[in-house]
């Protein structure tokens, strides 16, 4: 990995937003809005991101967190796992009662 992916990288998950352009910490917020309640993406928000991204932007934008957090919520219901990769397997996934 790149030493500057790897700097973006760990600004976004390691809370140092001040290291990542405006543009990128509106992007990174969008994304959060969306994964944790997409109603919290307000009218004053959409036009704060309007300030900053073209239409066409935003609506890649709004696909790719769109896209991601569908697939995020695929794999947790299938309990898919990561056999086969490099990434860690037997994840664990919690079960709430309803």
Same mark, same amino acid.
């Given at each position: ?13 390691? %809370? ?7 543009? &990128?910490?509106?992007?990174? /917020? +969008?994304? =959060? ?9 307000? %009218? ?7 300030? &900053?991204?073209?239409?066409? /932007? +935003?609506? =890649? ?9 569908? %697939? ?27």
């Amino acid at each position: 990995m790149s030493a500057q992916v790897k700097q973006k990288e760990d600004a976004v998950l390691g %809370g140092g937003a001040s290291s990542l352009t405006t543009r &990128e910490a509106m992007a990174v /917020e +969008l994304a =959060e809005r969306i994964a944790g309640d997409p109603h919290s993406v307000t %009218g004053d928000f959409w036009e704060t991101l309007k300030g &900053e991204f073209t239409d066409d /932007e +935003l609506v =890649e934008l709004t696909f790719a967190c769109s896209i991601f957090n569908w %697939g995020n919520k695929f794999n947790i219901t299938m309990q898919l796992d990561t056999d086969g990769t490099t990434y860690p397997s037997s994840m664990e996934y919690r079960e709430v009662a309803k």
